[in-house]
């Protein structure tokens, strides 16, 4: 399998190289150069597959030759050995919905499923290839502790992670500060996570400084993460299917940076059974205003109840609009000039034709996360964590929907208690966080400050350039 740049100035790459490279050094994202198709033999196959041996299956193709399967076996069990259920993404009932549990990794958030898989694939091919890497990324609050957790201890590589000082919850804060290893440097910037953003992808396209020290990325511009969360959509088909290849499925994802819901596009070009993408934002909204009908224009960011999706410009789009313009790399190019020049992004009638046929859209305020909170709650004894209630909440009149669960809801429990009046009970992996010591450094919201920090901490720890 080889991948290709969403703005078509990449040669084209095998799996290794594309999962080191992270961001395109032209930067753009990468994507496979041919989707691999799934017929209805492989459904009916494995749709009996437990999460481990489905995994397996399903990353084969888009591996290729860069891992023997024996070797891609052995890094799936570990990655997932971690997980506190044995399906890994338990697909529950609750009333009339199905809820697909994506928050029994690690962390207890749905980035566990993609970084767990990820941190191992960087440690196998460092130890197999040799050299270091230096893991840059941003975080709006779930990403970066599940990043940590991945790759935390492991030999040949450093995390460098950014959040948002005071807009991320104060557990999710904590799992990532209270992590003491060596490897590990998490720095809060005074700004958003979109300023977060825009450092990491500015120093990736400093191919100067990137090549100089190492980087690589683990934000969900990296490839590898898409995969994997491509998974749990033919998992879940599997567990309602009882192997029928006619069966279609539906989802509703709540999504911020959009990488969750285009894995679950992936999976439908793959030739998974969906009906329906229901794209579940809050008050930051420019992707429902954009499927809605919208320009793609973006705004301020609004801090609210679901912290993880206060974003306005989501990085996967990228992605998915390189398939919309008909894989032609001049055209993302052209479609992001205008988005960088003007704020603002059009795409032609017979675009949002297509758009609109790929999704569904809406969003959910502060005021409707909490009464879904607690009806839910009420109804069925369930607690629902603000970023999944904006999933249930949107998908309130569509009963045959599948809503992922991205997160535990002892992770904001502000929000939770403001619902329902009482505290969701931690999972083991959450107690006692708020009384750990904690080491981060604070810093402006700039390429140089943080630019600075990473060059003068690797000087410090011994690793030259």
């Not at 971690?82 to 029994?104: K, M, W, Y």
């Not at 566990?112 to 196998?124: S, T």
């Not at 941003?138 to 005071?166: E, M, N, Q, W, Y």
């Not at 709540?254 to 009906?275: C, E």
């Amino acid at each position: 399998m080889q991948y290709l740049s969403t703005r078509g100035g990449v040669k084209p790459v095998g799996f290794s190289a594309a999962v080191m490279m992270g961001l395109g050094t032209d930067g753009g994202l990468l994507l496979p150069a041919t989707v691999p198709q799934v017929g209805p033999a492989e459904l009916r196959d494995w749709s009996d597959l437990g999460f481990r041996d489905l995994a397996v299956e399903l990353m084969l193709p888009f591996v290729g030759d860069a891992i023997p399967r024996a070797d891609l076996v052995a890094l799936i069990g570990r990655s997932y050995a971690t997980f506190s259920h044995q399906e890994i993404t338990p697909l529950v009932q609750v009333g009339g919905q199905r809820v697909l549990e994506l928050f029994q990794g690690p962390t207890a958030a749905f980035k566990d499923v993609a970084l767990q898989f990820l941190g191992n694939v960087f440690a196998y091919l460092l130890a197999r290839d040799g050299g270091r890497l230096n893991i840059l990324g941003a975080t709006s609050g779930d990403t970066g502790s599940a990043a940590i957790a991945g790759v935390r201890g492991k030999d040949r590589i450093r995390i460098f992670i950014l959040h948002p000082a005071g807009r991320v919850s104060p557990i999710q804060e904590r799992q990532m500060t209270t992590v003491l290893d060596a490897n590990v440097h998490n720095i809060a910037i005074r700004g958003t996570f979109d300023d977060g953003q825009r450092i990491v992808k500015g120093l990736f396209n400093d191919l100067h400084f990137k090549q100089q020290y190492h980087l690589g990325a683990i934000n969900s511009i990296n490839w590898a993460r898409i995969l994997a969360q491509i998974v749990y959509y033919f998992y879940a088909w599997g567990r309602m299917s009882r192997g029928d290849p006619g069966f279609r499925i539906s989802f509703a994802v709540p999504t911020g940076n959009f990488g969750d819901i285009f894995a679950g596009y992936l999976a439908k070009r793959m030739g998974l059974p969906v009906d329906r993408l229901l794209i579940a934002t809050n008050r930051n909204d420019i992707l429902t205003r954009f499927v809605t009908g919208g320009p793609y224009a973006a705004g301020e960011v609004h801090s609210t109840l679901s912290p993880a999706m206060d974003i306005q410009v989501a990085s996967n789009f990228e992605r998915y609009l390189y398939f919309l313009v008909g894989e032609d790399p001049a055209a993302v190019r052209a479609l992001l000039a205008a988005l960088d020049r003007t704020g603002c992004m059009q795409v032609t009638a017979e675009q949002r034709i297509t758009l609109a046929g790929d999704f569904d859209a809406a969003a959910v305020s502060d005021a409707q996360i909490l009464d879904q909170i607690r009806e839910t709650y009420e109804r069925h004894g369930y607690i629902l964590d603000p970023h999944t209630a904006v999933g249930v909440q949107a998908a309130r009149h569509r009963a045959d929907m599948v809503c992922l669960a991205t997160a535990h809801p002892a992770k904001f429990n502000d929000a939770v208690h403001r619902a329902i009046g009482i505290q969701a009970p931690p999972p083991p992996c959450l107690r006692g966080l708020l009384e750990k010591e904690t080491r981060c450094v604070l810093l402006d919201a700039t390429e140089e400050a943080v630019r600075g920090h990473i060059r003068s901490t690797l000087a410090a720890s011994g690793d030259r350039p």
